[in-house]
């Protein structure tokens, strides 16, 4: 059987580029070399392209290993229809590669919010994870609150600031925020994950100063009721036929789960699969898991975060995660394991989850002729 090619792409024009890296060097060393033919290609900071069949992970010092972006020429993807395949080809020479499915480790703007797929979808190629409704939409947690909302699941309570109201009426956004939520709150750009950009906001001297650190990452922006909550994860994968996992529980060392103590501080966090709850809450929080995942038009892959208010036991949605980290040890691995699928097949289902995918869509007649 010929093997598939699968190019692992990795980086990206985002502020989430070194935890692609991490991500992809893990997924990197755990593809079957038996089934696939593995492409990296690294994505830099500005959006170039970067084939290197030969990379492999190296040591890093904050985060364990990576994928390196190798510099070899300036390679050229083409959105015309190939009808299954991806070719990227080096502008000066005859150098050219072509492969057959494409797995985008790739986390936050430019990367994971429907853009890549978008291209990928013209291209006419397999890959892996949500389409480009799925992705934007997953990405962007204003608009992914209200769908929600209106499908009564609960969310967390929030208001949305776009650069020009905060630009135009700053006193009365402030005003707004300290009458809705008090103190302390939470500041995120609405298109961003890894947590960056997401400040606790402790009293009214702090508001200005996060705002503005969290406008440098996104137009638009979140402010969110801080919950003293238990943070609860579930993974799901699929397409139609849906695998919810049991509940993950994070619980950080840090004041709240931010990049710091997800990625770069060993200790940053204690993860607890399955969280100890009892099963009908479980069952209860699947469910609003699975229907969040089909109302958000989702598919493949990902990651559900819930807020457990300690004080009354209520939960909320608090975002989903359409390509989550995925190192051997995140969280979407480590309960998909316990789900009794190891890594190296959990890898295996996704690839396949990506060509039935594609074939569905194939199937749909694009040329109409009255008749």
């Not at 024009?13 to 935890?19: C, N, Q, W």
């Not at 038996?34 to 990296?40: F, G, N």
């Not at 364990?64 to 190939?82: R, Y």
């Not at 289902?349 to 990506?354: D, G």
């Amino acid at each position: 059987m010929t093997k598939k090619r699968i190019a692992l792409l990795y980086g990206g024009r985002s502020g989430e580029h070194e935890v692609s890296c991490c991500s992809a060097a893990s997924v990197f060393e755990h593809l079957n070399r038996d089934k696939y033919d593995i492409l990296p290609v690294g994505i830099d900071k500005q959006g170039h392209w970067h084939p290197a069949p030969a990379a492999v992970p190296v040591e890093d010092p904050s985060f364990g290993k990576i994928m390196p972006l190798v510099f070899d020429g300036e390679w050229l993807i083409s959105p015309a229809f190939q009808g299954g395949t991806l070719t990227i080809t080096e502008k000066n020479s005859s150098k050219s590669f072509t492969v057959d499915c494409v797995f985008p480790v790739l986390h936050g703007t430019n990367c994971e919010d429907g853009r890549l797929q978008g291209l990928l979808e013209l291209c006419g190629v397999p890959y892996v994870g949500s389409g480009v409704t799925g992705s934007a939409i997953g990405m962007d947690k204003d608009y992914a609150k209200r769908l929600l909302e209106h499908s009564e699941l609960p969310v967390v309570p929030w208001i949305t600031v776009t650069r020009r109201e905060w630009e135009n009426e700053p006193d009365f956004i402030l005003q707004d925020i300290n009458l809705e939520f008090g103190f302390p709150c939470f500041v995120k750009p609405a298109n961003s994950g890894s947590s960056v950009g997401i400040y606790k906001i402790k009293d009214k001297s702090e508001l200005k100063d996060s705002i503005e650190k969290a406008f440098a990452y996104d137009s638009k922006v979140l402010f969110e009721k801080a919950i003293n909550c238990r943070e609860i994860e579930f993974a799901i994968l699929g397409n139609d036929d849906l695998i919810c996992s049991q509940p993950g529980e994070i619980v950080p060392s840090h004041e709240f789960y931010s990049y710091e103590a997800k990625y770069i501080d060993s200790d940053g966090a204690k993860l607890f699969v399955p969280a100890p709850l009892d099963d009908e809450t479980v069952k209860a929080m699947q469910s609003d898991a699975l229907s969040a995942y089909k109302v958000l038009g989702l598919s493949g892959l990902c990651r559900i975060d819930f807020f457990i208010d300690k004080n009354d036991d209520t939960w909320y949605i608090n975002e989903v995660n359409t390509f989550p980290g995925f190192t051997s040890i995140s969280m979407y691995p480590r309960l998909m394991q316990h789900s009794a699928i190891p890594y190296n097949d959990l890898l295996d289902r996704l690839v396949q989850l990506s060509f039935d995918m594609y074939s569905r869509k194939s199937s749909l007649v694009t040329d109409f002729t009255r008749g």
